[in-house]
């Protein structure tokens, strides 16, 4: 069984930096790419930026290119999400998801990350 369990998410002031962390187990990690997605109160769940399984492609929503960074550890079963110059609108639950090579996805509980003075 698929388990993913996030952290790392807190509470941090405008322009300071957090990084998620997401632990994978129950799959063979290096077969799934691994995305962050994240939903604010009143919104859809939105992609955050994802990564291929070999860790050669990313990609981000254009809201955070040039401020997050996605990362994988094969080896520790983790995926990572860096992000600085954290602004108010950065505010959500984050998630991680696990997609299978059959396109099955897979999501972990959340973490939430707040963005306030």
């Known amino acids: 069984q698929v388990h993913l369990v996030e952290s790392g998410g807190g509470l941090v002031q405008p322009g300071g930096s957090l990084r998620l962390s997401c632990a994978a187990s129950?799959?063979?990690?290096?077969?799934?790419?691994m995305g962050w997605y994240r939903q604010a109160p009143g919104k859809r769940r939105e992609l955050v930026a994802n990564?291929?399984?070999?860790?050669?492609?990313?990609n981000y929503a254009d809201s955070v290119k040039g401020r997050f960074t996605i990362s994988r550890d094969n080896a520790k079963n983790t995926v990572y999400l860096q992000m600085n110059s954290l602004k108010p609108e950065d505010t959500a639950v984050y998630y991680c998801?696990?997609?299978?090579?059959?396109?099955?996805?897979?999501w972990g509980q959340g973490t939430q990350v707040t963005v306030s003075s």
């Open positions: 998801n696990a997609k299978s090579l059959v396109g099955a996805d897979n």
């Open positions: 129950g799959i063979i990690f290096r077969f799934y790419d």
């Open positions: 990564i291929t399984r070999s860790g050669g492609s990313t």
